[in-house]
């Protein structure tokens, strides 16, 4: 993105997020710049970043709201499902007794992974009933209550669609398949990638994550069930190189594009 961005006026420059000393209004650290493009994939520099940039009279992309409803993966399905948007079934479970509960409530397999996390990081299949106890010890057995949060959900397959959306616009679709020896299908562990179509259904539901989010650079990942798609997860900082890879698309140059719209 750096270097695609004189071709359309621009000049990016990369800040590190562990420098930047943010919280005065007049930031020494963004001096001079029109906006801050938040790439950083931490839970909790990113939407730190982008508050104090706002409250500083930058602009941030994605915005600050929707940094921090994508990172909290039950506050994202409930903005989406409020917006009419089909999102996968889930409980929340913050001790022994909502995990039990699931158990009960839904039906094998399913799904357990973090409420804050991201690149398919501790998220477990659960098959069986008499060994998922036993799985919760792990979480019980962690140190912070940000990191216990968690989320079941009911297991979709192994197979995902991952779509980009810059502003307004849907760049590429893929449909991502769990590597031999991982049922994850995520690109960051080694997913197999090939080009999806984007039909109406799949550009319906983006254009709804795009209103109840804003227009910025959205990585949308869903799965399709026998009543259509549904969303998993949205990210505000996706990766973007194996989906350029199965689809030739340019994203930088998207991106570069989206930007100088945005501060025209």
């Not at 397999?109 to 990081?121: D, E, I």
């Not at 940000?146 to 995902?160: H, I, M, N, R």
């Not at 049922?183 to 990638?193: E, K, V």
Request: aromatic share 6%.
């Amino acid at each position: 993105m750096i270097a695609v961005a004189p071709a359309f006026g621009l000049r990016l420059e990369w800040v590190n997020d562990e420098s930047m000393c943010l919280g005065h209004p007049r930031v020494p650290s963004l001096e001079g710049y029109d906006a801050l493009l938040v790439r950083s994939r931490s839970y909790t520099r990113g939407g730190l970043i982008a508050t104090l940039a706002e409250a500083a009279a930058i602009r941030t992309l994605n915005t600050a709201r929707a940094i921090g409803i994508c990172q909290n993966k039950a506050a994202l399905r409930t903005v989406l499902r409020s917006a009419d948007i089909p999102v996968v079934d889930f409980r929340l479970v913050l001790s022994r007794g909502d995990f039990e509960r699931c158990l009960t409530e839904l039906p094998l397999p399913l799904v357990l992974k973090p409420v804050f996390g991201g690149m398919g990081r501790r998220v477990t299949l659960l098959r069986h009933a008499d060994t998922a106890p036993s799985v919760y010890d792990y979480v019980e057995d962690l140190g912070h209550a940000f990191e216990q949060a968690c989320l079941v959900e009911p297991y979709l397959g192994d197979t995902s669609v991952r779509c980009l959306v810059v502003g307004d616009e849907v760049l590429g679709a893929v449909e991502f398949t769990g590597d031999a020896g991982d049922w994850r299908s995520n690109a960051a562990l080694g997913a197999r990638a090939r080009p999806a179509a984007h039909d109406p259904d799949l550009r319906k539901i983006l254009g709804g994550v795009v209103s109840a989010l804003g227009p910025g650079v959205h990585g949308v990942d869903l799965f399709r069930t026998p009543d259509g798609y549904v969303v998993n997860e949205v990210n505000h900082a996706p990766g973007f190189r194996a989906l350029a890879s199965a689809t030739g698309v340019d994203v930088p140059s998207a991106v570069a594009r989206f930007l100088r719209e945005v501060l025209a």
